[in-house]
């Protein structure tokens, strides 16, 4: 049996992004699944499909900060919640960010995992500023790049090829059917599912034919 293609789509403003984004890499190597990170902006989802963040709508918006917090701890994902949590939401661009990871994907993918990581971390715990060049490149040098790789990537974000890239990925994910984040696509036999939430991988487990052992997967040892 072939392996199912899972896409995350995600941005690094959205935390619910961030919790799915860490339980699919610790099933990326436990379920029969070839996980393919997707970076696009959700700035451009929310225009084109008339969604409002949480922050807009007060109830939600109230609800929102116990339930991350719950499901921080529930899925052991460092993530922490600032009281000014919603100016930071809605007065920082990510494009610059999503065109950086748009960037290092075309050029050094192996980076990805990684640097998508250290944004979450810069952004969601140590609640620090991400939009400037000066904290990308800092981001960057957590993720272990070298100052020059991380330098010609950033200078590589205003190109056309990473701008178009990231708008593409940004306009598949609305093909899918997505209108938030994170949005998970898997593949099977030829018919893409959309999965919105970081709370639907148990039946994304379910529709894959895949064992759900809970966000903090143990992988039973093999008997000797």
Wanted: overall charge positive; hydrophobic content about 40%.
């Amino acid at each position: 049996m072939g392996r199912t293609r899972v896409e995350l789509f995600y941005d690094v403003v959205s935390p619910y992004s961030w919790l799915g984004f860490e339980v699919l890499c610790r099933y990326q190597h436990i379920w029969n699944i070839d996980l393919c990170f997707r970076p696009a902006f959700l700035g451009g989802i929310m225009q084109a499909t008339g969604n409002k963040p949480p922050a807009m709508l007060p109830k939600r918006g109230e609800y929102m900060l116990k339930d991350v917090k719950r499901m921080a701890k529930y899925y052991q994902v460092p993530l922490k919640i600032s009281g000014d949590i919603f100016q930071r939401i809605l007065g920082t661009n990510t494009l610059a960010a999503m065109r950086f990871l748009t960037a290092i994907d075309m050029a050094q993918p192996r980076y990805l995992e990684p640097l998508s990581r250290e944004f979450w971390i810069r952004f969601w715990s140590q609640h620090e500023d991400i939009s400037q060049p000066e904290n990308i490149l800092a981001v960057a040098r957590q993720a272990g790049l070298s100052s020059e790789v991380a330098q010609k990537q950033l200078e590589m974000i205003s190109s056309p090829a990473v701008k178009n890239r990231l708008k593409e990925t940004t306009e598949e994910a609305m093909k899918y059917g997505a209108f938030g984040m994170p949005a998970v696509v898997a593949h099977l036999d030829g018919e893409p599912q959309l999965f919105f939430g970081s709370d639907r991988l148990e039946l994304l487990s379910s529709v894959i034919g895949e064992k759900w052992l809970g966000p903090v997967p143990s992988v039973p040892r093999p008997k000797m």
